[in-house]
């Protein structure tokens, strides 16, 4: 029998010793099915300056036994050095009789593998014992390779969800790891900041920050690209903007009723309710409220940087008879009048609008941004790779969207969690501390974005301007969709083949008691075995749906929303005023962050913002893990109904003096990589 074998060397990194080795030789064996024996072993090539290099795509013919339609491909190695030799795979596919059967590997190869045929399978219905018998022991390396924190290990994040045991970026597994071009940009982006930074201390030592408009000159200093983003920024309609499509589009809820310690009444807000009470208005669905009153409190768990303030503020916002969304009160202490504030247009107000803004900035930061969208990814991403043979479904459905999120997870480890991180000092609350105390509280189900705003009474459909609320919400039925498809061409008997799927219960098994019940035995509401396929699709839309669309709307926003620390500050130097203190410029910018601590968290925002030119976006499948046609379709389909999304998006955008665009399906990167 003859077979065409060709091997596709990924183009993402490249190890230019391994073009050096003159000795490495790559043998290569297919073996058929369980009654169809194996052909010998044939080498492929020997490695030399053009062979195997980056991107390079090796032929080989042969002749052998007929073994039938090739289940496994086998490969040897000889005379491979691990300590120096990278070889990563794409895929490999092999022609015999005109069919063609192909094998994806996207792996690093730098010892003996064996790799399957691309067809998924569920792990109760492979009938062939030769797969069946490689799948056992796929699993069992893996759970060797891919090792979870130990318990007794302290690397310092007790009472986070578990982690990848690494120490640092490079203690990862390979696999883990970014391209070589996003490697490269990650360390200039790092090194442009960085200098960035210096350059805005240079000039805040020289002009001393001692006007607002001198925080302009620094942020333009730090990114010189500008936005609309920040247009009257001062404004209370822009604040409102900010509040509904900013970086925490969901910090606020509908207002039912006005909590005890909220102190604001009807004689406080007559003028900006239009007659209207404030109960009027609230019957109405007009009114929201944004409450940061428990977390931000002295006895909930957070540490606080000596000498920085961030109140535990409420604000009011209302929907006007302009159809504007603005706040129209904010309190800073509760149960104290004193402190309580109404959209007058004065600088005690727009002081107010700070204080309050600060408690959005780092609420956003450690909570909506890093809690939610990094740290509890990488419990999912570490129990599948583990887990699961790269022939399930469910693997090859959530690999393109889990695969990232370890590298820079550890990135931020070392670099910005720690409380001697070079962006700490800009910072009011400790990131460690802030996680820590809201891990204690959490649930799944806070990921479920749809779910979400209905809990908290956000209908797009009525409030106007809420831009980030009609976007989650398509492209998220896009996800939704698009999962239901894939999942039903394999689960055909439902909830019968869910509850018989071993890899897939043993995956949420450890995604609940390895990864987030892992030291009080509290699984946050993941599920220890999935009792029905809904439930199973359910799980598997958060997941893709916070690592793709949720992170990309809380993250790509940073630099514009952040790089003017006077519209979103992450520290304040003074106590909150009262409403009985004369305020005057002095006093706001003794009470903003300096220069030196405006730098720091510039920076940080300026590096999380940018996209790589390798970016993969949603709905694009470079990675080649689903062959099957049904499965292809409902790519296709995906595919299509984000382009619907898209166009959506850019009409309307076409016609806003500020449009919002992170949810544009093109924005979305398919991953947290950055």
Same mark, same amino acid.
């Given at each position: 029998?003859?077979?065409?074998?060709?091997?596709?060397?990924?183009? +993402?990194?490249?190890?230019?010793?391994?073009?050096?080795?003159?000795?490495?030789?790559?043998?290569?064996?297919?073996?058929?099915?369980?009654?169809?024996?194996?052909?010998?072993?044939?080498?492929? #090539?020997?490695? &030399?300056?053009? $062979?195997?290099?980056?991107?390079s795509l090796e032929t080989l013919a042969i002749n052998d036994r007929d073994v039938g339609k090739p289940t496994i491909i086998r490969i040897k190695l000889v005379n491979w050095k691990i300590s120096k030799n990278k070889w990563l795979v794409d895929w490999i596919d092999v022609k015999s009789n005109g069919v063609t059967t192909y094998f994806p590997v996207y792996a690093f190869i730098d010892k003996d593998e064996e790799f399957l045929s691309g067809e998924a399978c569920l792990s109760h219905k492979v009938s062939d014992f030769i797969v069946g018998g490689h799948r056992s022991r796929e699993i069992i390396e893996n759970k060797k390779f891919f090792q979870w924190l130990p318990k007794k290990v302290d690397y310092g994040y007790g009472g986070f969800p578990r @982690?990848?045991? *690494?120490?640092?970026? &490079? &203690? !990862?597994?390979?696999? /883990?790891?970014?391209?070589?071009?996003? %490697?490269?940009?990650?360390?200039?982006?790092? /090194?442009?900041? +960085?200098?960035?930074?210096? !350059?805005?201390?240079?000039? +805040?030592?020289?002009? @001393?920050?001692?006007? !607002? $408009? $001198?925080?302009?000159?620094?942020?333009? *200093?730090?990114?010189p690209q500008d936005t609309p983003y920040l247009k009257d920024w001062d404004k209370d309609e822009v604040c409102g903007w900010h509040m509904l499509n900013g970086p925490h589009p969901l910090a606020f809820a509908q207002c039912k009723s006005l909590p005890h310690y909220f102190l604001v009444n009807d004689n406080d807000v007559a003028n900006l309710l239009g007659g209207k009470t404030l109960l009027q208005e609230m019957n109405a669905g007009k009114l929201y409220i944004a409450d940061f009153t428990d977390i931000y409190q002295r006895n909930s768990g957070l540490v606080w940087k000596k000498g920085a303030y961030c109140s535990p503020a409420v604000g009011l916002f209302h929907v006007n008879a302009s159809s504007k969304f603005v706040p129209i009160a904010i309190q800073l202490q509760p149960s104290d009048r004193d402190y309580l504030f109404v959209a007058d247009g004065s600088q005690k107000w727009l002081l107010a609008k700070m204080y309050f803004r600060c408690c959005v900035s780092n609420k956003h930061e450690w909570i909506m941004h890093f809690f939610y969208t990094h740290t509890c990814m990488e419990p999912y991403a570490v129990s599948m790779f583990r887990c699961m043979s790269v022939q399930h479904p469910v693997y090859k459905l959530l690999r393109p969207h889990l695969r990232t999120v370890t590298a820079i997870n550890a990135e931020a480890r070392t670099d910005l969690i720690p409380a001697n991180s070079s962006i700490a000092h800009g910072l009011s609350i400790d990131a460690k501390s802030f996680v820590k105390t809201k891990f204690k509280t959490f649930s799944m189900d806070i990921l479920d974005i749809p779910k979400q705003l209905k809990k908290q009474g956000l209908d797009p459909s009525k409030i106007p301007e809420y831009w980030y609320g009609h976007d989650i919400l398509a492209v998220w039925k896009c996800i939704s969709d698009y999962v239901a498809g894939i999942l039903n061409v394999y689960y055909t008997a439902g909830d019968s083949d869910v509850k018989s799927d071993r890899e897939l219960n043993d995956w949420v098994n450890e995604c609940a008691n390895e990864g987030m019940a892992? %030291?009080?035995?509290?699984?946050?509401?993941?599920?220890?075995?999935?009792?029905? !396929?809904? %439930?199973?699709? =359910?799980?598997?839309?958060?997941?893709?749906?916070?690592?793709?669309?949720?992170? +990309?709307?809380?993250? /790509?926003?940073?630099?514009? =929303?952040?790089?003017?620390?006077?519209?979103?500050?992450?520290?304040? @130097?003074?106590?909150?005023? #009262? =409403?009985?203190?004369k305020i005057d410029l002095v006093r706001i910018m003794k009470s903003l962050p300096n220069g030196l601590q405006a730098s720091a968290t510039t920076a940080m925002v300026t590096s999380l913002s940018v996209f790589s030119n390798v970016e993969e976006y949603l709905g694009d499948f470079r990675e080649k893990w689903f062959i099957d046609e049904a499965a292809l379709k409902v790519q296709a389909k995906f595919k299509a109904d984000l382009q619907v999304v898209r166009s959506t998006i850019e009409e309307r955008n076409a016609k806003l003096e500020r449009p919002y665009n992170h949810l544009n399906p093109t924005r979305i990167p398919n991953s947290v990589v950055i």
């Open positions: 029998m003859s077979y065409t074998i060709r091997v596709q060397t990924s183009g +993402a990194y490249f190890n230019p010793k391994l073009a050096e080795e003159r000795q490495v030789k790559v043998k290569v064996q297919l073996v058929g099915s369980m009654f169809s024996g194996e052909t010998g072993w044939h080498q492929l #090539k020997d490695f &030399d300056k053009k $062979d195997f290099s980056k991107g @982690n990848i045991n *690494a120490a640092k970026y &490079d &203690d !990862l597994p390979k696999i /883990f790891k970014r391209y070589t071009i996003r %490697e490269k940009e990650f360390v200039v982006s790092k /090194f442009g900041a +960085a200098m960035g930074a210096t !350059l805005g201390v240079i000039n +805040a030592k020289i002009t @001393n920050i001692q006007s !607002l $408009d $001198d925080y302009h000159k620094f942020s333009s *200093a730090m990114a892992w %030291e009080d035995g509290n699984t946050k509401g993941v599920p220890n075995q999935f009792t029905s !396929l809904q %439930e199973l699709i =359910n799980f598997c839309v958060i997941i893709i749906g916070t690592g793709s669309a949720q992170h +990309a709307a809380v993250n /790509f926003g940073q630099y514009e =929303n952040f790089r003017f620390p006077p519209s979103s500050p992450f520290i304040m @130097n003074m106590p909150p005023h #009262k =409403n009985n203190e």
